[in-house]
């Protein structure tokens, strides 16, 4: 376990978390938080309190989706807000260069490339939210108000 908390991804997010409120703390969990539900069930939640870090290429930038566990992002929504005809899920590589992590442990923050942000609104409906920490098995605790103030994010209906 030492090992993870010891890799690059998880101390740059770890760093950016601690920056933010150091008593945020990086969890550790024996099975994987790839998905939504694996890491509910590993924490014991609801799999809508958990903040799916989506990154989406809309051509000429790319935007970093907070989203519900339980919600699935609408492609046609964030065209809408951005006036913008071609947006699509980032490749794999992509997500690696933009944000310093692989898919599974993107966490909101600690990007390798600044991003702007939206924050699913339906994450409102938790008082205390978690997000990946830098590796599929690492997350972090935060109440929803206090992620907003950490991501500096906007709140968008974004989900279907």
Same mark, same amino acid.
């Given at each position: 376990m030492n090992q993870i908390?010891? *890799?690059e991804p998880v101390k740059r997010a770890e760093k950016s978390i601690k920056d933010f409120d150091p008593n945020l703390e =990086? =969890? $550790?969990l024996n099975q994987t938080a790839r998905?939504?539900?694996d890491a509910a069930t590993a924490l014991g939640c609801n799999v809508g309190a958990i903040v799916?870090?989506?990154l989406f290429d809309c051509g000429?930038?790319?935007i970093l989706c907070l989203v519900s566990g339980d919600k699935r992002c609408s492609l046609n929504k964030i065209k809408k807000i951005l006036n913008e005809k071609n947006v699509s899920m980032a490749k794999p590589d992509d997500v690696k260069k933009i944000t310093g992590y692989t898919i599974g442990g993107v966490s909101p923050v600690g990007h390798l490339v600044k991003t702007k942000i939206y924050i699913d609104s339906n994450l409102e409906?938790? *008082?205390e939210v978690f997000a990946a920490a830098g590796h599929p098995? $690492?997350?972090f605790k935060i109440e929803y108000n206090q992620l907003i103030k950490l991501t500096s994010g906007d709140i968008k209906d974004i989900v279907e």
């Open positions: 908390l010891n *890799k =990086i =969890i $550790c998905t939504a539900k799916k870090s989506l000429n930038e790319f409906r938790f *008082k098995n $690492c997350v």
